[in-house]
């Protein structure tokens, strides 16, 4: 009877590291999923020449964009406004539009050169705001997928065929997590369990 109780004991005991061994791997699994995100693709519109005049569900940050290449003045299209809140996210934006552009596409209508080059406005110039400030190409001439370069320019300035201006509109859909447990994580707290449980078994014996 004793060595019964004793049993009793002892699976009681090994029962209750099990538990809090499984809760702790859920909550960790739980916050991993938070991390994990699904994979969005956009599509590129092109004219009949193949220059890009738009970027379907362009993703920035958390929110998707529908981007349009237009030509011409920043008053003209903007009249004083900025498509993002902030120049880090105006930032973030030129980065991903870089990217979607890649190595071969092109947005300029010069048919000297093509270019990927580009304008996103985030603010206005302190010392005379007549001259809006933007991010762009950094090399929009030699089509590489490259960093996020600078440039300057009266707002009024008329049509620069190297250099659209890129405008975006938001769509009805932001990203999502998606729960889909990474299998090192399930892995390692599987190991860390049985290692638990040992170091227990060579305390008691």
């Given amino acids: 009877m004793m060595k019964k109780i004793l049993f009793w004991k002892k699976s009681g005991k090994c029962a209750h590291y099990l538990l809090r061994i499984a809760s702790l791997a859920g909550a960790a699994l739980l916050a991993s999923t938070a991390c994990i995100r699904p994979a969005h693709s956009f599509d590129l519109e092109r004219d009949r020449d193949g220059r890009v005049i738009g970027i379907k ?12 290449f237009f030509f011409g003045s920043y008053d003209e299209f903007f009249k004083g406004t900025f498509p993002f809140p902030f120049p880090s996210v105006a930032e973030n934006a030129a980065r991903n539009v870089i990217v979607a552009l890649g190595t071969h596409e092109f ?8 270019g990927d ?53 938001p769509t009805d859909e932001f990203e999502t997590p998606v729960a889909t447990p990474e299998p090192s994580l399930i892995v390692g707290f599987i190991t860390l369990g049985g290692l638990m449980l040992g170091s227990k078994r060579k305390t008691k014996g």
């Fill in 117 to 169: 080059g580009f304008l996103i406005p985030f603010g206005f110039d302190e010392r005379d705001p007549s001259f809006v400030k933007s991010y762009t190409d950094s090399h929009p001439f030699s089509l590489p997928e490259d960093g996020v370069g600078l440039d300057l320019r009266r707002r009024t300035q008329g049509p620069d065929e190297f250099f659209p201006w890129a405008g975006f509109t």
């Fill in 57 to 68: 569900d362009l993703q920035v940050e958390d929110q998707f964009f529908n981007v349009d």
């Fill in 107 to 114: 947005t300029s209508k010069a048919t000297t050169a093509a």
